[in-house]
């Protein structure tokens, strides 16, 4: 049972580049977010999803897109990467939704954008 | 949407004495109230949490209390160990997401 699990890594881009980060969980869970993380800043939601074939905006949306064909799978797209995406991008998966269980993150996603 | 405030943003103590952090939030609908324990280079974790119809929970030295009036609750660390050190967030949901406080980074020194 590998839970949430994130690819890549790690990554570097350069300005205006374009890259996909993939999320998968086999936990089954409905809900899926991405968070972006930053020195001082917390954990800040980008978007999230409440099942196959739905996707929402979260706090810090601009910039990236995402989508959920599977219930399994959320992607986060950068259509253009710009510096101010340097972060740690963490996916998170939970059963009913943040709101009453446990949300499960995978282990991080650093990207530098040069 | 749901702001959560963290307090303090650092904190040290010595081995043995007790920790406390505390949040507050604005949104009254509201009422789930994770605590995530951040290694570093590691991933969030869940160390406790509290729903809205709940006073205080204990989980051996960890303790949460929430008080729902003043919209606020508290994480309290007692007997801490070096192995404490960490960043510890709270969090809080209406519903259909988790809304992070910035993080306080513990540093329990031997």
């Known amino acids: 049972n590998a839970g949430v699990t994130q690819t890549p890594k790690f990554r570097v881009l350069k300005t205006g580049q374009s890259m996909t980060l993939l999320c998968a969980q086999d936990?089954?869970?409905?809900?899926m977010y991405w968070y972006r993380q930053d020195p001082g800043m917390g954990l800040r939601l980008i978007h999230y999803s409440v099942g196959e074939g739905t996707t929402a905006k979260g706090e810090v949306p601009d910039g990236y897109n995402v989508s959920r064909l599977k219930k399994q799978n959320f992607l986060l797209g950068l259509e253009s990467a710009a510096p101010s995406q340097t972060s740690v991008y963490f996916c998170?998966?939970?059963?009913?939704?943040?709101?009453?269980?446990?949300?499960?993150f995978g282990q991080g996603t650093r990207l530098t954008v040069v | 949407g749901e702001n959560v405030e963290q307090h303090p943003s650092t904190l040290s103590v010595q081995e043995g004495d007790s920790a406390v952090i505390k949040c507050t939030y604005s949104d009254s609908a509201s009422n789930y109230f994770p605590w995530y324990k951040q290694e570093l280079g590691k991933r969030p974790q869940l160390i406790i949490d509290?729903?809205?119809?709940?006073g205080e929970k204990k989980d051996q030295r960890i303790a949460v209390t929430l008080n729902k009036t003043a919209k606020h609750f508290s994480l309290h660390i007692t007997e801490t160990q070096p192995e404490d050190s960490a960043v510890y967030f709270c969090a809080a949901s209406p519903g259909y997401a988790l809304n992070f406080g910035k993080g306080t980074s513990l540093l329990v020194t031997p």
């Open positions: 998170a998966s939970s059963y009913h939704g943040q709101g009453n269980t446990e949300a499960f």
């Open positions: 936990m089954n869970h409905e809900y």
């Open positions: 509290i729903r809205s119809n709940v």
